[in-house]
């Protein structure tokens, strides 16, 4: 089991900035990947940016060059430095890791946390 909690979401105006955090307890070894999600008010759930335990991210094409996902060298800590935001960035965004324990994999959620992006 891992347990997850964001934090650092708010309001923020266009072209502004903002960094999500997400701890991570609980079977952090068995952690293989990470990722933020986000999910707009009436949309799906969408994949903004994933990093592997070794580092390697990558992103959606409609974030590419604004977002930047990282994560520290203890797996108990995932970010995304947000830049360049826009009003359609506004979502809940949602934190994820993928663990793998005897060939059995499992994906668990943080509870979310809102980013308005408005003037």
């Known amino acids: 089991q891992v347990q997850l909690v964001e934090s650092g979401g708010g309001l923020v105006q266009p072209g502004g900035s903002l960094t999500l955090y997400c701890a991570a307890s609980?079977?952090?070894?068995?952690?293989?990947?990470l990722a933020w999600y986000r999910q707009a008010p009436g949309k799906q759930r969408d994949l903004v940016a994933t990093?592997?335990?070794?580092?390697?991210?990558n992103y959606a094409n409609f974030v590419q060059g604004r977002f930047t996902i990282s994560r520290d060298i203890t797996i108990t800590q995932l970010y995304l430095r947000m830049n360049s935001l826009k009003p359609e960035d506004t979502a809940v965004y949602y934190c994820?890791?993928?663990?793998?324990?005897?060939?059995?994999?499992?994906?668990?959620w943080g509870q979310g946390t809102q980013v308005t992006v408005s003037s």
């Open positions: 994820s890791v993928t663990t793998e324990r005897d060939y059995h994999r499992s994906t668990y």
């Open positions: 609980g079977s952090i070894f068995s952690i293989i990947s």
């Open positions: 990093i592997t335990r070794g580092g390697v991210p």
